[in-house]
Each structure stands twice: as C-alpha cells, then as structure tokens.
Nanobody
Framework: QVQLVESGGGLVQPGGSLRLSCAGSGFTFSNYAMSWYRQAPGKVRELVAF????????NYADSMKGRVTISRDNVKNLVYLEMNSLQPEDTAMYYC??????????WGKGTLVTVSS
C-alpha cells in the first residue's frame, strides 16, 4: 500500500536543469523525513539531499556545490529536487526515501537522469 513514485528524469544537456518529483501515498507523509539519493552504475548509492518532516531542516551533499534544492509540499504529499548546472557526472538513477526515526525506510524505484550532449 505504501508507495513512493519518482518522476521528472530524462535526458538533459550539460549545463541544463531538471526538477524531480516524488509522490508518496499509503502513509502519513508529513510525519516522515524525505531524502534524495542517487546511484550510478558500478558506484555506491549516495545521499544528495535531505529535508525534515516539516521542511524546517535541509542538508545537501557537498559535491552538489549549491546546485541542488530540496523542497516538499505536505498537502500534496510531494517532495522535489531541483538541479541546476548539470554535468555528465550527475548521470544516475535518482531515488527518494521516506524515513521516520529508526523505523524501516520506504524507497521509490527511481527515475533516471542522463546528462549528455
């Protein structure tokens, strides 16, 4: 019943921008912190951005160099990831995760972002 569905991925040219969305259902969305992770082939999954349940706290991976913004809409049960100045090394599957304390996490199936000319 619990679902996290990512969308918004696709092919963009270097220097381009993209906004990813993740829709949650089957759980109380506003009680969960949300995160975006990414994983490229042959590499470990890494945290991109984090936002607390109310949106009051956000954290970002240093490697993103201020190019990423995470936000959420608890009325619509959506979390967003805005990415700017994308480069080929940003190519990866991007996943959203819902977490509440030390309880089990919920994961989406991912959306593919490809940065290429």
């Amino acid at each position: 019943q619990v679902q996290l569905v990512e969308s918004g991925g696709g092919l963009v040219q270097p220097g381009g921008s993209l906004r990813l969305s993740c829709a949650g259902s089957g759980f109380t969305f506003s009680n969960y912190a949300m995160s975006w992770y990414r994983q490229a082939p042959g590499k470990v999954r890494e945290l991109v951005a984090f936002i607390s349940s109310t949106g009051g706290i956000t954290n970002y991976a240093d490697s993103m160099k201020g190019r990423v913004t995470i936000s959420r809409d608890n009325v619509k049960n959506l979390v967003y990831l805005e990415m700017n100045s994308l480069q080929p090394e940003d190519t990866a599957m991007y996943y959203c995760k819902a977490a509440r304390g030390l309880r089990g996490d919920y994961w989406g199936k991912g959306t593919l972002v490809t940065v290429s000319s």
